[in-house]
């Protein structure tokens, strides 16, 4: 089980949570979740796909490659929009 | 309350205003052969894509804006030829007209101070996790996309 937190506009696609809980097998990889997140979340997974929203595992920007482990820090991240 | 090192004092997200006084003053003495600084202030302006703007609030994310921001700090002292370099971001409800982000480079001479600073808020704004909700008279609005 992975603990996904949200940010920005991605909250209102899940009903105003700040974040979910997937369930991905052993040695799974970003694409994996993203996979799982389009079966849950179809306009969330849309977005993903679509490579508007990027997953970062621990802090950092992730490839579809990354792999994860259950401890992992995941997050889904909308365009930024800091600054002025 | 944690001691803050001066170094930290020069990377923050902060809730609170600052003081552009009390900023450039830290940048001001980090060294005598600062002879040029430049600074870039964000403000909350009230109109934004023909809407009116009420108020807005920033929601970052936290540890992950903070990593960013000081990346963007060693990456401008390492590329420019600068001296020091200042760069804070405020969360949370803002009002019309109040200070959002602030950067200040001292370096020896303009040229790269102004280089230094474009870069660094260009670059804040493309890799910083930070999201700004607009309270507009049609309704709140997330601002997704911010050239």
């Given at each position: 089980m992975v603990h996904v937190r949200l940010f920005g506009m991605l909250k209102t696609l899940v009903a105003?949570?700040?974040?979910?809980?997937?369930?991905?097998?052993?040695?799974?990889?970003?694409?994996?979740?993203?996979?799982?997140?389009?079966?849950?979340?179809?306009?969330l997974g849309e977005l993903l796909l679509q490579k508007k929203v990027v997953v970062s595992v621990n802090q950092e920007i992730a490839h579809w490659e990354t792999a994860l482990v259950e401890s992992d820090e995941i997050a889904l991240l909308p365009p930024f929009a800091g600054g002025a | 309350m944690a001691v803050e090192t001066e170094e930290g004092m020069l990377v923050r997200v902060q809730q609170e205003n600052f003081s552009i006084d009390q900023e450039l003053e830290?940048?001001?003495?980090?060294?005598?052969?600062?002879?040029?600084?430049?600074?870039?202030?964000g403000t909350?302006?009230?109109?934004?894509?023909?809407?009116?703007?009420?108020?807005?609030?920033?929601?970052?994310?936290?540890?992950?804006?903070?990593k960013k921001l000081k990346e963007i700090r060693e990456r401008a002292l390492q590329d420019f030829d600068i001296?020091?370099?200042?760069?804070?971001?405020?969360?949370?409800?803002?009002?019309?007209?109040?200070?959002?982000?602030?950067?200040?480079?001292g370096a020896e001479h303009r040229a790269d101070a102004f280089k230094a600073c474009q870069w660094c808020i260009d670059e804040l704004k493309k890799i910083t996790p930070i999201w700004k909700m607009e309270y507009t008279p049609e309704g709140d609005v997330w601002v997704e996309e911010h050239p």
């Open positions: 105003g949570a700040n974040s979910f809980e997937l369930s991905l097998p052993e040695g799974s990889q970003v694409k994996d979740l993203v996979d799982s997140v389009q079966v849950q979340y179809p306009d | 830290r940048i001001r003495t980090r060294s005598t052969l600062i002879g040029g600084i430049a600074m870039f202030l909350a302006r009230d109109r934004s894509k023909g809407h009116d703007v009420s108020s807005m609030t920033f929601e970052h994310y936290e540890g992950m804006a903070q001296l020091e370099a200042l760069v804070l971001h405020r969360y949370g409800p803002i009002q019309i007209g109040e200070n959002i982000v602030l950067i200040i480079i």
